[in-house]
């Protein structure tokens, strides 16, 4: 079964410190791993997308690697500050179907505190 | 911002009432979805259309329908709403792939919907 999974369910940081979130995905066959950052009440915006080729990709203070071969991605954001809180959502698109199917995590919500 | 409009963004009805959920794109995409996502929860491909006369069922099962009568519009329709549909309503499109890589999805504002 096509799952992803993302840890923590949640975090609290305070303001300028780093933190670092985690998907784990069985999607197969791989096409590409997205993270999507979404703010309460708003539809998901686009932060990185990576294929099976990539390993890292960078947008501004968010840096997201990926581990092709223990399936594994994580996201990383430095110098975090108060408009970083939002849920972090980690997509895994597969190369079975024309649709090119899309896999959703429940996402990590994030707070940023002052 | 993807220009992709959802309207309304929140609407509290009655049950047994008729309602129309509606999203357009301005991009001339061709692939349009529709997602249902409940607080904390994944988001469950609920609807979806390759194109204009194409409409198709996601993988979570849906008592709403759908209409492609035009490239730009995709409304989701329930005719009669039941306390069990409420929940986050999220529209997106994507644009063409022809090497299937990417895939990118752009996603409305979504509509949040509480039935009474």
């Known amino acids: 079964k096509n799952q992803v999974e993302q840890s923590p369910q949640s975090l609290i940081i305070l303001e300028g410190k780093n933190c670092t979130l985690q998907c784990n995905y069985t999607v197969s066959p791989f096409s590409n791993l997205r993270w999507y950052k979404q703010d309460t009440g708003r539809g998901p915006v686009s932060l990185t997308i990576m294929t099976f080729s990539e390993n890292t990709k960078s947008n501004g203070r968010y840096t997201a690697t990926l581990d092709a071969d223990t399936k594994q991605s994580s996201l990383h954001i430095t110098a975090s500050q108060l408009s970083d809180s939002a849920s972090y959502i980690c997509?895994?698109?597969?190369?079975?179907?024309?649709?090119?199917?899309?896999?959703f995590g429940r996402g990590t919500q994030l707070t940023v505190w002052p | 911002e993807a220009d992709i409009y959802q309207t309304p963004r929140y609407l509290v009805i009655g049950t047994g009432k008729k309602i129309t959920l509606e999203c357009s794109q301005t991009?001339?995409?061709?692939?349009m979805y529709w997602y249902q996502q409940d607080p904390g929860m994944e988001l469950h491909l609920i609807h979806y259309?390759?194109?204009?006369?194409?409409?198709e069922k996601g993988d979570l099962s849906s008592e709403s329908t759908v209409s492609r009568i035009r490239t730009e519009h995709f409304p989701l329709t329930l005719e009669s709403a039941r306390p069990s549909h409420t929940s986050q309503y999220l529209c997106?499109?994507?644009?063409?792939?022809?090497?299937?890589?990417?895939?990118?999805?752009?996603f409305g504002p979504g509509t949040r919907l509480t039935v009474l």
């Open positions: 997509v895994v698109s597969d190369r079975g179907s024309t649709l090119g199917r899309l896999y």
């Open positions: 259309s390759y194109g204009v006369n194409s409409t």
């Open positions: 997106a499109s994507s644009e063409p792939d022809p090497g299937g890589v990417y895939n990118e999805q752009f």
């Open positions: 991009m001339g995409h061709d692939k």
